[in-house]
C-alpha cells in the first residue's frame, strides 16, 4: 500500500498544477460574450419597433457641441434630442405621466447642459447632458401659493432661473434662484402691476397686458427683470386703431427679440424699453412668427397654410422690412396645415444664408425645414397618441383573383369551363417566363400571401390623422389627415374586405365633428387610403351608438346602422334596410353606468328602434362610472363546445356571444371605494353574473374571449394590482342541442361561474387576448407593464379552476396548482430587449396559420410581432434541414425500386430452379 502511494502522490499533485495554470485561460475566455441572448436569430425578423416623443412644443438647436442636435420638449413629457441631418431619435428622457412631468421650460446652457422645469407646484428643476441625456443634478420648487401656480413663468438669464407670479389686479412677484443649487436669493420682489389680467402675455424679460375699456385701451408693458421698475404704457390705437378687441398673442420659436402680435393684425416689438411696431406686416391673420438672428441682422419669420392648403414661407428684414427672397416659398404640395415655427437657426455658408426651421402642425408632425421650403426631415408624431387599430386583409394578386374569378363563374357550358382554365394557364406561364427581372429587387408587392402574414393596419391618431401602415416592415404607406375628426370614442369597421376581387376592400371610421358634435363618417379604401362609398359624410345628428349588420348585400358590403341621440336609426346603403333582422344594439352612458338596450326591425319602409331593457349598474343609489367594456370580438369562432374532464364528462360552455362585461367603479359607505364587474346579455338585459371588489379601485383593462373573462383592478387595502379571471359553465348538460345556436331569449337556467383573482406583481398599463381564425390554438393573455416589457401569460395560469390541493381527476385533466402570485419569468417577455414606453392599448388580429397571432402595442413607441400560443404545430422550424430531407427522400426512392428490381429477379430465379 505504501508503494501504491508513492507512486500516485506525485501524479495527483502535478494534475492540480496543471489546473492551476488553466485558470488564467478560463478567466479569460469568459470574459468574451459568445451568446448576446436567446433565440439571437429571431431578433427583428417578425417584429419591429418604431420610437417617438410626442408633439413638439418647445425646442432649441445645440449650436456648441460639434454634433449638431436638437434638444426637444413634448407634450408627452419627453425630453429629447434629435439629430439635425436626418431626424432620428439620439437618446430620450420620459418624465412623469400627467402634470407632474408637464415640461413648461427648456434652456440649452453655454455649459452643454439642458435646464428644465417641469410639474405644478412642486416644480422639479433638472439639468441633463446634451451628448448623452443623463441627469445632472435636480431640485424642486414648492409655492405656498397652489391657487396662482398655474400662472407661473420661467426663463435663465445670467446663469438665474427666474421666476415669475403674477397677481392679477394688484402686484407681480419675482423670485431669483440659481440654476445648478437652487438657492435663492433671500426675498422676492414684489412689482406693482394693477393693470395686470388674465390676458397678459410674456415674452421675457416683459410682461405686457391691455388694460381699460374698449376704445379707450393702453398698452402696458413692465421689465420684470430690472431692479428698477421701468414701465412701459402706450395707448392701443397707436397700433391698431379705436375698434381693436386687445387680443394679445407672443412670437413663437424662441423669438430673440421680445415682442407680441395685436388682434391677428399687427407685430409689435420691444426695443430699448419702447414699442417698435414692426415695419413688416402680418401675411395672414393665423402665421405663426419669430424673429431670428442671422449674419445680416434680425429676420422676422413667417409661415402659415390658407384655407386652400398652400403653404408659404416669408423672411423680411426685422429692421427695414425688406424682404429676403432666398428664404421665401410658398406651395400647395407640402401640405402643412396650421404651422408653427418651435425653433429656428440662420448662418451663412459659402456666402450664402442657410436658415434651418422646425415647424409643427396640427397633424402633430415636425418637420425641420431648409431655405427655399425644402423639407430636410418629417417625424410623424401623431403615431404616439395612436386610439384606434384595424388589421385589413390585402388583396390576392392579379393571377390568384383571376383563378378565384374562373371558380366563380357557375354559370355556362363545359366547353367554356374548359376554356377559361386553359386561358389561367397560358397566363400563369406567360407570368413564369416574361416576369420582369429588374421589379424583383424591389419592395414586395401589397398582395396576400400564402399564410396571410402580411396585412395592412390602419392607425386612427388623436389629431385626426389616419395612416396605412405595412405591418411587416412597419413602412407608412399613405397618410390623410381629417383636421373636422374628433376621435374620442372613435370606432372603426371593415364592411368589406379584400377577399371579394374585382371589389375593393371597405373601411369606415364613425367619430365626431370637431366643431358641431355631430356624427362624421369616413369611407376609405384601406389599401391606397382613397374615399370610397360615402367619403365623408357629416351627420346633422349626434350619435349613440353604430354597429355592422351581420348579413351582407349582393356587393359584399356590410352595411353600417347608426343610432342617434334621437333614437332614430340611419343605414348605409339604404338599400340595405331589408335585411335588418334579429338586431339588437346597446347603449352605455359612461358618467351614469346607465345601460340601454335597443331591438331593431324593419317595418317594410324604414329601420326602427325600440327600447327593449335598462340597466343601471351599480344599484339604485347610482353615484358608479363605467371604467372599462368588454364584449366579444366580432366573428371570434369557439374553440370547443365543452371541456372534457378527468372523470371523461364534459363541462359544456356557457358560449353567450351577446354577454357584454361592464366594470363600474363607485363610492361606498364603508369601504371608500367599490369595484363592480357585470356581466349582462346584450339581447335581453339580464344580468347574468355580478361581482363586487371593496376597497378597490377599477383599472380599465378587460378582456373577453368566449366564456372566460378578465379584469384588472388595484386592491387599496394591500396596495397591488390583482386581476380577477371568470368563466361561466352551461354544466354537464347541455341547454340547446348540439349544432343549435344559442338563444339569449329562451334562457331557463342561470350559468354556472367559476371565478378567482391573482396577484400581480407589476404595474399593467394593457391588456388583451390573442386571436387566432379557428381559435384552437391556447389562448393567452397579453400585459403590457409600466416597465415597458409585454408579458404573454398563457390562460392556465388564469384560470379560476385551478385548485389548491388537485385530485387525481384534475391532475389529469391538465390543472395547475393554485398560487396567489401570478409568475412573470423574463422569457415571457416577447418584446425581449425592446423597451416599449407608455403602451396605451394591444390589439391583435388572426393570421392565415392558425398556430399563429399577429400582436401590435400602441403607446409612445409602436411595437409589432406574432406569437404562437401553442408552438408553431403547423409551420417547419426556420433551422429545418431541407438538404438532409431531400437526400433521405432520394435515398428512399431509389432502396424502393433497388429493392422491388432485386426482389423481381430473385423470384425469377427462384422460377427456373
Keep these: 500500500m505504501g508503494v501504491l502511494s508513492f507512486y500516485l502522490k506525485p501524479n495527483f499533485l502535478g494534475l492540480l498544477k496543471i489546473l492551476n495554470s488553466m485558470n488564467w485561460f478560463i478567466v479569460f475566455f469568459s470574459l468574451i460574450n459568445l451568446s448576446l441572448c436567446l433565440y439571437e436569430d429571431q431578433i427583428g425578423k417578425f417584429d419591429w419597433r418604431q420610437t417617438y416623443v410626442g408633439r413638439i412644443k418647445l425646442a432649441q438647436f445645440d449650436t456648441s457641441s460639434t454634433a449638431k442636435r436638437l434638444i426637444v420638449a413634448t407634450e408627452e413629457n419627453v425630453l429629447a434630442a434629435l439629430n439635425l441631418k436626418t431626424g432620428s431619435l439620439v437618446w430620450r428622457q420620459v418624465l ?146 379705436m375698434e381693436s378687441e386687445g387680443n394679445l398673442r407672443p412670437l413663437d420659436g424662441n423669438s430673440i427679440t421680445p415682442g407680441f402680435i395685436i388682434d391677428d393684425k399687427k407685430i409689435v416689438l420691444i426695443k430699448n424699453n419702447e414699442f417698435h411696431p414692426s415695419p413688416v406686416s402680418l401675411s395672414d391673420p393665423s402665421a405663426s412668427v419669430t424673429v431670428v438672428d442671422s449674419p445680416t441682422g434680425p429676420i422676422v419669420l413667417q409661415t402659415w397654410s390658407d384655407v386652400a392648403g398652400t403653404f408659404s414661407l416669408t423672411a423680411h428684414s426685422a429692421s427695414s422690412g425688406i424682404e429676403v427672397p432666398d428664404i421665401d416659398y410658398s406651395s400647395r404640395s407640402n401640405g402643412l396645415p396650421e404651422p408653427e415655427i418651435v425653433a429656428s437657426m440662420c448662418t451663412r455658408a459659402r456666402d450664402q444664408l442657410v436658415c434651418r426651421i422646425l415647424v409643427t402642425t396640427a397633424d402633430d408632425a415636425g418637420h425641420l425645414l431648409q431655405q427655399g421650403g425644402k423639407v430636410l426631415w418629417t417625424r410623424e408624431e401623431a403615431l404616439a397618441n395612436v386610439v384606434a387599430v384595424e388589421f385589413v386583409d390585402l388583396p390576392v394578386s392579379d393571377l390568384d383573383a383571376a383563378i378565384e374569378s374562373e371558380f366563380d363563374q357557375k354559370e355556362g357550358s363545359i366547353w367554356g369551363a374548359f376554356t377559361r382554365r386553359l386561358q389561367t394557364q397560358i397566363q400563369q406561364l406567360h407570368t413564369l417566363l416574361f416576369e420582369d427581372t429588374s421589379s424583383r429587387g424591389g419592395p414586395e408587392p401589397l398582395v396576400r400571401d400564402y399564410f396571410n402574414l402580411h396585412k395592412m393596419i390602419v392607425l386612427v391618431t388623436d389629431s385626426g390623422k389616419i395612416f396605412g401602415m405595412d405591418n411587416l416592415s412597419g413602412e407608412l404607406l399613405w397618410r390623410r389627415y381629417e383636421p373636422s375628426l374628433d376621435t374620442e370614442n372613435v370606432l372603426i369597421f371593415t364592411r368589406r374586405s379584400a377577399r371579394h376581387p374585382p371589389l375593393t376592400a371597405y373601411l369606415t371610421i364613425i367619430g365626431k365633428h370637431e366643431e358641431t358634435g355631430n356624427g362624421l363618417v369616413i369611407s376609405l379604401d384601406p389599401i391606397r387610403g382613397t374615399p370610397v362609398g360615402e367619403g365623408t359624410l357629416h351627420l346633422d345628428v349626434q350619435l349613440l351608438q353604430a354597429a355592422l349588420l351581420h348579413r351582407a348585400d349582393n356587393e359584399k358590403l356590410h352595411a353600417l ?121 346584450g339581447v335581453s338585459g339580464a344580468p347574468v353574473l355580478a361581482q363586487a371588489h371593496r376597497r378597490a379601485r377599477a383599472l380599465p383593462l378587460a378582456v373577453h374571449s368566449e366564456h372566460f373573462m378578465a379584469y384588472v383592478y388595484y386592491n387599496d387595502k394591500q396596495r397591488r394590482a390583482e386581476i380577477a379571471t371568470l368563466e361561466l359553465y352551461e354544466g354537464k348538460q347541455r ?20 371565478r378567482q383573482a391573482y396577484i400581480l406583481p407589476a404595474a399593467p398599463a394593457a391588456a388583451a387576448a390573442t386571436r387566432t381564425e379557428r381559435s384552437l390554438t391556447d389562448k393567452h393573455v397579453l400585459l ?31 390543472l395547475i396548482p393554485y398560487a396567489p402570485e401570478l409568475p412573470l419569468p423574463s422569457e415571457a417577455v416577447i418584446n425581449y430587449n425592446q423597451t416599449v414606453l407608455k403602451v ?37 422550424k426556420d433551422d429545418f434541414d431541407y438538404s438532409l430531407i431531400s437526400i433521405v427522400l432520394a435515398a428512399l426512392v431509389v432502396a424502393t425500386y433497388s429493392t422491388k428490381y432485386f426482389a423481381s429477379r430473385k423470384l425469377l430465379k427462384m422460377a427456373w430452379k
Aim: glycine share 8%.
Design 735 to 754: 341547454w340547446t342541442a348540439a349544432g343549435a345556436a344559442f338563444s339569449s331569449l329562451a334562457g331557463a337556467r342561470a350559468a354556472a361561474a367559476d
Design 561 to 681: 346602422i347608426l343610432l342617434d341621440k334621437d333614437e332614430s336609426v340611419q343605414i348605409l346603403p339604404l338599400s340595405s334596410a331589408p335585411l335588418v333582422e334579429n338586431m339588437y344594439m346597446y347603449v352605455a352612458e359612461k358618467n351614469t353606468a346607465k345601460v340601454q338596450g335597443y331591438a331593431l326591425k324593419y317595418d317594410g319602409k324604414s329601420v326602427v328602434a325600440q327600447k327593449t331593457w335598462s340597466v343601471l349598474l351599480g344599484g339604485p343609489s347610482g353615484g358608479h362610472r363605467i371604467v372599462a367594456v368588454a364584449d366579444k370580438p366580432g366573428g371570434e369562432r369557439g374553440h370547443s363546445a365543452g371541456r372534457v374532464l378527468g372523470d371523461r364528462s364534459v363541462l359544456y360552455k356557457y358560449d353567450n356571444p351577446n354577454l357584454i362585461l361592464f366594470i363600474t367603479e363607485g363610492p361606498d359607505a364603508v369601504h371608500k371605494a367599490l369595484v363592480l364587474a357585470t356581466c349582462v346579455d
Design 784 to 814: 403590457a407593464l409600466s416597465t415597458g416589457a409585454i408579458i404573454e401569460l398563457p390562460w392556465a395560469y388564469l384560470e379560476p379552476r385551478r385548485p389548491v390541493t388537485p385530485t387525481p381527476e384534475q391532475r389529469e385533466e391538465g
Design 96 to 241: 412623469e405621466t400627467a402634470s407632474a412631468g408637464n415640461i413648461q421650460m427648456l434652456y440649452l446652457t453655454p455649459s452643454d447642459q439642458a435646464v428644465t422645469v417641469s410639474g405644478v407646484n412642486p416644480y422639479l428643476v433638472r439639468g441633463w447632458d446634451v451628448a448623452t441625456g443623463v441627469l445632472a443634478w435636480e431640485w424642486s420648487l414648492t409655492l405656498q401659493d397652489d391657487e396662482r401656480a398655474d400662472f407661473s413663468e420661467w426663463w435663465v438669464s445670467q446663469n438665474r432661473l427666474m421666476h415669475m407670479l403674477p397677481a392679477f389686479g394688484s402686484h407681480l412677484e419675482v423670485t431669483w434662484y440659481n440654476v445648478v443649487t437652487g438657492e435663492n436669493s433671500g426675498h422676492t420682489s414684489k412689482l406693482p402691476a394693477t393693470w395686470s389680467n388674465e390676458g397678459c402675455v410674456f415674452t421675457a424679460p416683459y410682461y405686457t397686458c391691455v388694460s381699460g375699456s374698449r376704445g379707450n385701451q393702453l398698452l402696458i408693458s413692465l421689465d420684470v427683470s430690472s431692479n428698477a421698475v421701468q414701465l412701459i404704457s402706450k395707448p392701443m390705437s397707436n397700433f391698431v386703431g
Design 840 to 876: 396605451r392599448a394591444i390589439y391583435t388580429a388572426p393570421a392565415g396559420l392558425e398556430s399563429t397571432s399577429l400582436v401590435l402595442a400602441t403607446g409612445l413607441d409602436l411595437f409589432y410581432t406574432r406569437v404562437a400560443p401553442s408552438k408553431t404545430f403547423d409551420l417547419l
